[in-house]
């Protein structure tokens, strides 16, 4: 949002795809969805719909003009289903009708048979059945077999990290809008407009100059509306083209959970070996990657998981391997961190499991084993900054973390029955889309002979704040007032071959390309300046809507320049490209320099458990965060906070239930997330002298890095559970829902009868 946006979306004025005005004849789509996980569709007689009041057309796979196929990486997925369903939700058929209930009244009435097959909804079974999207990926680096042997403990174990929904407040939707010719406008609510332009016109058989794409904010998306707002476009456009007639698709909130991928649920294995002093020498897993019934973004996440093994630290002897399993549920999707929070999850698991068997503290390994300047990933950049250091010991000093433990230690000898617990969680994310081809971005900006400025670019505002730092970046780089610029909507028509606004790399590369091509401009009003004023055009400069001469103000106004620099036909427009230089990577040696840069920081998370109920609050988190030269310190607290209580809802009371490949948390009455009243107190500073060389304006990326902040209430919650149960082993099992916790702390008591009352008298009594 830029500023000019907050007032209207405060008063709730801001149009999302659902409130756009109804254009003349708009029909409304609803989709007939698989209702079981695998199956053969027998039977499908849709004239029953078509007979329903309303109705306009019901449409099935036959009825696709082009390709019926969505998939991107990998071309397995059909936009409707033809003869199989692999999970429960898959769309088979769209009918269209005058009003929305109409339409769902009629996909209802659709008559479909199907023959069950037996479906596979765990990652390790379906790698066994050798059900996998694309072959193994294997990281390496140094030689663990080696390393094992010099190693002074060992110790392997076995994490499982759940799915999480999404969550956006604006559920998945589309307008389309056929145009002259029937070519078709599309506003849709999507962070990539340029994949939902490339698909609905492999869809529709048609070229992508016949399709518009419009997008001019979205009511959240973290990811789900990276490859998954396309099929829904395409439905609607499918009808539109078919009929000649506007049509929305507004999923609603049921539909949405059920139909939708999600974050990956991951079960891995780990072993790690350490010397005595606790230096980790070396690290295996392997990484089994619930993929869900089709490819989607999941090698690509995949991928990332690979990147982000080590975390924070410098091993010097790691093999990774990740599998990408294919399983009868909706295919998993992009979920901010992509694929990194898992792989954080497991190395933080190892390390406390280290910590646990060496009887030492886990702080101890964790700051032992940081990442310092130059050392090597696995992948084979070296670390550029020491910031993970520095990040981690301010936040022991300046969050005083020895007396937070001592305090921790005090009110656990005094409190039999409530237990706290305190962890830190070291952050490292590398910045740059995995696939070097998407680090691409441009921007469209025109100066109007009024002096006002209207700016363009890839970027897909979904509540971030990408616009409020693109316009930071026009006017500084203009040096003009920021109330003369506005964002534009993010439009193909405007900007050409977008990558998903996704990657943490909204604002960076958008913002480069917009700094380039205000730069252009500059360039040349520096100019006709140097002409007006008759000096060297290098004394020039512009600042607060005012041309400078050697620094101060000249009777020059910057409107007065805009307009004489029209009479002399030059040109106020400038579009500009960005590519993200130097980074590279090589998929046969699995080495290379994939990011342009890596964000730092450490949280500190105290949680208290009540050990007779399981219950828990995540009590307070201070974080130091590496925001580079921050372009906007409200936009990036925002950022920091909401991420951290997102990682915090994924690794607690957000737990995803599938039951035979039916979800079973399709609603907010079954699907936890934490409510304000839960979120701790939150105490974030950014680091200082942080300034980024490889970034715009000197900036950091801010995304996605602060949801892995909340893997630490887990382990908060754990070392809490285990002040309780010293003589328990660690579980890595997340998320720590309050059920789970009891289970941990008294569920070895419980006969198969139900409650042990004698045992659970005595732990009421303790
Ligand atoms: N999307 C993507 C992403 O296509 N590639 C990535 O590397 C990525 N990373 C984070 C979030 N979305
Ligand atoms: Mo994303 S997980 O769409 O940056």
């Known amino acids: 949002m830029s500023n000019r946006e907050i007032a209207p979306h405060t008063r709730g004025e801001s149009l999302f795809v659902g409130d756009l005005p109804d254009p003349p004849g708009l029909l409304h789509a609803a989709v007939l969805a698989s209702p079981v996980p695998h199956a053969r569709v027998v039977r499908l007689d849709t004239t029953p719909a078509a007979d329903c009041e309303g109705v306009a057309a019901v449409l099935t796979a036959a009825d696709v003009p082009g390709e019926n196929q969505i998939g991107g990486i990998v071309q397995d997925e059909p936009l409707?289903?033809?003869?199989?369903?692999h999970f429960a939700g898959q769309p088979i058929a769209v009918v269209v009708a005058d009003t929305p209930r109409n339409a769902r009244r009629a996909a209802a009435a659709i008559n479909a048979e199907y023959e069950e097959l037996s479906g596979i909804f765990d990652p390790r079974e379906a790698a066994a059945a050798g059900s996998l999207i694309v072959p193994s990926r294997t990281f390496s680096l140094g030689d663990v077999e080696k390393a094992w042997k010099s190693c002074d403990v060992v110790v392997e174990g076995l994490t499982e990290s759940g799915g999480q929904e999404h969550l956006y407040l604006e559920t998945q939707g589309a307008l389309v809008i056929p145009q002259e010719g029937n070519r078709l406008r599309i506003v849709s609510s999507t962070q990539a407009p340029t994949a939902v332009q490339r698909m609905v016109a492999r869809v529709l058989g048609r070229s992508m100059n016949d399709i518009e794409v419009d997008v001019a904010r979205l009511g959240g998306a973290f990811g789900g509306k990276e490859d998954q707002a396309t099929p829904w476009a395409a439905i609607a456009a499918l009808a539109a083209q078919i009929l000649r007639r506007p049509v929305r698709i507004a999923l609603t909130r049921p539909e949405d959970m059920q139909m939708t991928g999600k974050r990956h649920p991951y079960s891995s294995d780990f072993k790690i070996g350490l010397d005595t002093d606790g230096a980790i020498l070396a690290y295996e897993t392997t990484y089994y990657q619930n993929a869900g019934a089709a490819a989607d973004l999941s090698p690509a996440i995949l991928e990332r998981s690979l990147f982000h093994a080590t975390g924070s630290y410098y091993i010097p002897n790691?093999?990774?391997?990740?599998?990408?399993?294919?399983?009868?549920?909706?295919?998993?999707?992009?979920?901010?961190?992509?694929?990194?929070?898992?792989?954080?999850?497991?190395?933080?698991?190892?390390?406390?499991?280290?910590a646990e068997v060496m009887g030492v503290d886990r702080r101890d390994i964790q700051r032992r084993n940081l990442l310092k300047e130059g050392d090597t990933f696995p992948y084979g950049m070296r670390a550029q900054q020491g910031n993970a250091h520095r990040a981690f010991d301010e936040a022991l000093e300046r969050f005083d973390v020895a007396a937070i433990e001592k305090d921790t230690d005090e009110y656990n000898r005094n409190h039999p029955l409530r237990k706290r617990g305190v962890a830190m969680m070291p952050v490292c994310f590398g910045i740059s889309f995995t696939s070097t081809f998407l680090n691409q971005a441009a921007a469209l900006v025109h100066i109007y002979t009024d002096g006002s400025i209207s700016v363009s670019t890839g970027a897909v505002e979904m509540g971030q704040g990408v616009n409020a730092k693109i316009l930071t970046v026009a006017a500084h780089t203009l040096g003009v007032d920021a109330g003369r610029i506005v964002i534009e909507t993010t439009n193909t028509l405007r900007v050409a071959n977008t990558s998903p606004t996704a990657a943490s790399s909204g604002a960076d590369m958008n913002g480069r390309a917009t700094e380039i091509a205000c730069t252009a401009i500059v360039e040349r009003l520096r100019t006709v300046a140097a002409e007006i004023l008759d000096t060297p055009a290098d004394r020039i400069s512009f600042d607060s809507d005012q041309v400078m001469v050697g620094g101060a103000a000249s009777e020059l106004s910057w409107e007065k320049l805009v307009f004489e620099s029209y009479l002399r036909r030059v040109s106020l427009s400038a579009q500009a490209h960005y590519a993200t230089p130097r980074i590279h990577f090589d998929r046969e040696t699995e080495k290379g320099e994939p990011f342009a840069y890596h964000v730092y920081g450490t949280a500190v998370v105290e949680a208290t458990v009540d050990c007779l109920r399981g219950i828990y609050t995540i009590d307070r988190v201070g974080v130091i965060h590496d925001a580079g030269k921050s372009l906007n310190p409200l936009v990036d607290i925002g950022q920091l906070e909401g991420g951290l209580v997102q990682g915090i809802g994924w690794m607690t009371v957000e737990e995803l239930l599938f039951h035979e490949g039916r979800n079973l948390t399709d609603t907010l009455s079954t699907y936890k997330i934490p409510d304000i009243l839960s979120v701790p107190e939150i105490e974030g500073h950014f680091l200082e002298d942080a300034e980024n060389p490889n970034a715009v304006m000197r900036s950091k990326a801010i995304g996605e890095p602060p949801l892995m902040y909340g893997i630490g209430a887990y382990f908060a919650l754990l070392d809490a559970m285990r002040a309780f149960r010293p003589d328990r082993e660690a579980i890595f099992h997340s998320p720590m829902t309050p059920e789970r916790v009891l289970m941990f702390l008294h569920g070895d008591r419980l006969d198969e009868e139900g409650v042990d009352v004698a045992e659970a008298e005595t732990v009421v009594q303790r």
């Not at 391997?321 to 190892?350: D, Y």
């Open 80 to 85: 409707l289903a033809e003869g199989e369903v």
């Open 318 to 354: 790691v093999r990774v391997t990740a599998l990408s399993c294919k399983t009868n549920l909706p295919p998993f999707t992009a979920f901010r961190g992509f694929g990194a929070p898992q792989a954080m999850f497991v190395m933080e698991s190892a390390i406390t499991r280290a």
